[in-house]
């Protein structure tokens, strides 16, 4: 793999901790990552984050077409440089999380795959964009925090569990593929990594009446998980109706559970009340 230092001095770079820039530097890794991928011939990626471009070219060799996705300018004018012999390479500097996604990916016959070292910062407001743009996906393969990793296939009664483990496993089929030591980047992050493979489910794995509506009841509860589920109810932001505590008892909810014990079915029975 080529010396991720020397090409940084070359180029007259340094990483950038405004954008959470960690560069692989562990050619292992990335093998590993993309056969987790599957990418094949005719497949389209998306990668986001491709940095000095060693995910990026080693994707282009199997990949029918590879769309890089660059917020740092310098580093997507090296990454162009780079892919010129590379006619199925597409370099857009851009922030992944204003970009249009329909607007460039609509286009696309089939659905997209995602490859990615994603940037420690945005990497959960990015998943919930993932996930509300699915229908442009088809699955995703993602280097991530662990702590977040965890978070997202995290169970009901746990501290990890939360609205993004609820929000990927409503969508999705989340698993933990393996972690990753800081010393496999440039610079090292303080904390380890993960690799998690993400596939969507045919249907959400329960039925939710109004999709917005479910995630506002999700999030106003998580605003207060030390609370009782009926006081965090009370503290959020939510229009609750009459005598909801009773209507909670009808579907063998207990108000005086904690936020973190609800399964995904009983979030969704929960809402379901709430919009009455």
């Not at 740092?72 to 390479?89: C, I």
């Not at 999700?218 to 030390?226: A, K, L, P, S, T």
Request: net charge positive.
């Amino acid at each position: 793999m080529v010396s991720i230092r020397g090409e940084l001095k070359e180029y007259g770079l340094i990483p950038r901790k405004r954008w959470g820039q960690h560069f692989l530097v562990d050619r292992n890794v990335l093998n590993k990552v993309i056969r987790i991928a599957q990418v094949g011939e005719d497949d389209l990626v998306l990668e986001v984050g491709p940095g000095l471009g060693e995910m990026t070219l080693a994707l282009a060799k199997k990949a029918k077409r590879v769309i890089a996705v660059e917020i740092d300018s310098k580093l997507a004018e090296v990454l162009r440089r780079k892919t010129v012999s590379d006619p199925n390479v597409e370099v857009i500097q851009e922030d992944i999380l204003k970009i249009d996604l329909d607007r460039y990916l609509r286009r696309e016959e089939r659905p997209i795959k995602v490859v990615a070292n994603l940037p420690y910062q945005i990497s959960t407001p990015l998943l919930f964009r993932f996930i509300d743009s699915r229908h442009l996906f088809s699955t995703l393969t993602l280097m991530l925090q662990k702590e977040v990793a965890q978070r997202m296939v995290a169970v009901p009664g746990g501290k990890d569990y939360g609205p993004l483990s609820i929000s990927v496993q409503l969508f999705s089929r989340p698993s933990i593929h393996f972690f990753i030591k800081p010393a496999a980047f440039f610079p090292p992050p303080k904390v380890e990594s993960a690799v998690v493979h993400m596939v969507w489910r045919k249907e959400p794995i329960v039925q939710i009446q109004d999709e917005d509506w479910f995630k506002k009841v999700v999030r106003g509860v998580f605003g207060y998980r030390r609370k009782t589920l009926i006081n965090a109810l009370r503290h959020s932001d939510l229009s609750l109706p009459n005598h909801v505590e009773a209507a909670m008892g009808k579907i063998g909810i207990d108000p005086k559970r904690r936020p973190e014990t609800l399964s995904i079915d009983e979030f969704a029975s929960l809402a379901d009340i709430l919009r009455r």
